[in-house]
């Protein structure tokens, strides 16, 4: 079953302008990772914050986590078409060995 | 270095039979995990395997097994194929299985008709 839910389900934006999807899980967690997917392809890891971590970046990525709400949200600045994907969060809870996804958020940039 | 290499990239099988998917990890990677992906149910986790061994297992029917080989490729097979196998399977492999990123392949696309 799958750990929690993502909001929005789909987005779309124009080139240039910010993203922010956000993701709720259930129980607690080692860490959070973010996912990226093209079309039905591989999932391409973006960014892992542990639970001790309230926030991350790397490069236009920005990445918050609210344990006592069980929350995280990720940032995409100044997006581009190619940031076009679906983004999905998963929890690891590590003594587990698996990730539990979230349902993912497709995002369309719009050139 | 070279990636998750995952064989093959598509698949048509017919109800009843039985499909054997192919998995080699990053070098060095001794855990290797399998997912399902289908639009009702979304990414599920399958199993894990490190060093030969399964230590985790998802909530599938028993037609759905793995393997893992001394050499860290891992196999997973379907018997008794059914149309709601029809998904992506996703294999992923990490250094420990635990606290870190996956690397994920590019899947295989199973078409169960």
């Known amino acids: 079953s799958q750990q929690g839910e993502e909001d929005p389900q789909a987005l779309s934006i124009q080139e240039g302008e910010n993203a922010t999807m956000n993701c709720s899980y259930k129980?607690?967690?080692?860490?959070l990772q973010w996912y990226r997917q093209n079309s039905g392809r591989g999932l391409v890891h973006l960014i892992l914050?542990?639970?001790?971590?309230r926030e991350k970046h790397s490069g236009r990525l920005r990445v918050t986590l609210d344990t006592s709400k069980k929350s995280s949200s990720l940032l995409i600045t100044a997006s581009r078409a190619a940031d076009t994907a679906s983004y999905f969060c998963?929890?690891?809870?590590?003594?587990?060995?698996?990730?539990?996804f979230g349902s993912g958020t497709q995002l369309t940039v719009l050139p | 270095k070279a990636g998750v290499t995952q064989t093959p990239r598509y698949l048509i099988k017919t109800r009843g039979q039985q499909v054997t998917l192919s998995c080699s990890p990053i070098?060095?990677?001794?855990?290797v995990s399998w997912y399902q992906q289908t639009p009702g149910q979304g990414l599920q986790f399958l199993f894990e395997?490190?060093?030969?061994?399964?230590?985790n297992k998802g909530n599938f029917p028993g037609r759905f097994s793995g393997r893992q080989f001394s050499n860290s490729r891992s196999e997973m097979n379907v018997s008794t194929l059914e149309l709601g196998d029809s998904a992506l399977y996703l294999c992923?492999?990490?250094?420990?299985?635990?606290?870190?990123?996956?690397?994920f392949g590019s899947g295989t696309r199973l078409t169960v008709v």
């Open positions: 992923a492999s990490s250094l420990e299985g635990q606290g870190g990123g996956y690397t």
């Open positions: 129980t607690s967690i080692n860490n």
């Open positions: 914050i542990r639970s001790n971590e």
């Open positions: 998963a929890t690891d809870k590590g003594s587990a060995r698996q990730l539990t």
């Open positions: 070098s060095g990677h001794r855990s």
């Open positions: 395997y490190f060093s030969e061994t399964q230590r």
